[in-house]
T-cell receptor
Framework: EAGVTQFPSHSVIEKGQTVTLRCDPI?????LYWYRRVMGKEIKFLLH????????ESGMPNNRFLAERTGGTYSTLKVQPAELEDSGVYFC?????????????????FGEGSRLTVL | GEDVEQSLFLSVREGDSSVINCTYT??????LYWYKQEPGAGLQLLTY?????DMKQDQRLTVLLNKKDKHLSLRIADTQTGDSAIYFC?????????????FGTGTRLQVFP
């Protein structure tokens, strides 16, 4: 079974440009999350989708970031226009609906991350 | 407040035990996790502990939880070179909601022969 896949693995852009990151969750996982690690600091929550709906977007830094999950399958995270402080590694994760797994631990399965470098 | 802290680096000799420490601030957390990130890979859940437990053991891994001091530790027995990775401590927030995790900065474990 394929894990969470992210594309691109690394993107280098100039300040002011636009970048779109893509995440394909594990098939059948309703929950999809975006996290970000900036400059070797802690990994911070950005937002959470349940299917195509945004369940929690409290971690989105500002309105330059737009996340979508049309159809409840893959998700995109667009940064427009990119700023220097947006550089970091963007992780996507997915998990099953806990009601199906009868589990409260809700293990998150992470992708390898997309490294964004803004020059 | 939401803050999870870890030391940045740990270096141990192969065969020795490693202890990675973490402090958290949300006393009402219900789940606490340890994730491992190997070079070029995503985060992988290693183990977790429920906040009503003091200890959990899983093969070479032992998790200790001191709720009074809000201190979590991960002990790796007989550390191997394959254990070299970044280890992240995380807590669920709000309590019981495992969808949103608060991570620490990660501890880079280096195992030398």
């Amino acid at each position: 079974e394929a894990g969470v896949t992210q594309f691109p693995s690394h993107s280098v852009i100039e300040k002011g440009q636009t970048v779109t990151l893509r995440c394909d969750p594990i098939s059948g996982h309703d929950n999809l999350y975006w996290y970000r690690r900036v400059m070797g600091k802690e990994i911070k929550f950005l937002l959470h989708f349940v299917k195509e709906s945004k369940q929690d977007e409290s971690g989105m830094p500002n309105n330059r970031f737009l996340a979508e999950r049309t159809g409840g399958t893959y998700s995109t995270l667009k940064v427009q226009p990119a700023e220097l402080e947006d550089s970091g590694v963007y992780f996507c994760a997915s998990s099953q609906d806990r009601r199906r797994t009868n589990s409260n631990t809700g293990e998150l399965f992470f992708g390898e991350g997309s490294r964004l470098t803004v020059l | 407040g939401e803050d999870v802290e870890q030391s940045l680096f740990l270096s141990v000799r192969e065969g020795d035990s490693s202890v990675i420490n973490c402090t958290y601030t949300d006393s009402s957390s219900t789940y606490l996790y340890w994730y491992k990130q190997e070079p070029g890979a995503g985060l992988q859940l290693l183990t977790y502990i429920f906040s009503n437990m003091d200890m959990k053991q899983d093969q070479r891994l032992t998790v200790l939880l001191n709720k009074k001091d809000k201190h979590l530790s991960l002990r790796i027995a007989d550390t191997q070179t394959g254990d070299s990775a970044i280890y992240f401590c995380a807590e669920s927030n709000p309590p019981g909601n495992t969808d949103k995790l608060i991570f620490g900065t990660g501890t880079r474990l280096q195992v030398f022969p």
